[in-house]
């Protein structure tokens, strides 16, 4: 799934021009295990940035039914709290209709 959100950020990223928007992908951090473990204060916090004329907002993007992760429920309550600037986007794939 993680190679199907990739190309779907890299997708939006080169779609946003076309409404007068920008998305700024916000690169992975060196991950540092702690006992075995990543600490929240050492993961990103979103996937990306969305900077339009009305504002800028954290992206989180997911393919199909992906679910956020701990750190990232943490986040985007702590994010919506202060402003309502965090979003999950989604693409999902429908089935196509076979003839028969």
Same mark, same amino acid.
Request: charged letters at 30%.
């Given at each position: 799934?993680?190679?199907?959100?990739? =190309?779907?950020?890299?997708?939006?990223?080169?779609?946003?021009?076309?409404?007068?928007?920008?998305?700024?992908?916000?690169?992975? /951090? #060196?991950?540092?295990?702690?006992?075995?473990?990543?600490?929240?204060?050492?993961?990103?916090?979103?996937?990306? /940035? =969305? /900077?339009? #004329?009305?504002?800028?907002?954290?992206?989180?993007?997911?393919?199909?039914?992906?679910?956020?992760?701990?750190?990232?429920?943490?986040?985007?309550?702590?994010?919506?709290?202060?402003?309502?600037?965090?979003? /999950?986007?989604?693409?999902?794939?429908?089935?196509?209709?076979?003839?028969?």
């Amino acid at each position: 799934m993680k190679c199907e959100e990739k =190309l779907f950020e890299k997708l939006f990223e080169s779609i946003a021009p076309a409404y007068k928007m920008r998305y700024y992908k916000i690169p992975d /951090v #060196v991950a540092i295990k702690i006992n075995g473990k990543i600490p929240i204060s050492r993961k990103r916090f979103a996937d990306g /940035v =969305l /900077v339009t #004329v009305n504002g800028n907002y954290f992206i989180e993007a997911k393919y199909q039914y992906g679910q956020l992760l701990d750190h990232q429920k943490i986040t985007q309550k702590n994010i919506n709290k202060v402003n309502s600037s965090y979003y /999950v986007l989604r693409k999902k794939l429908m089935q196509k209709k076979t003839k028969t």
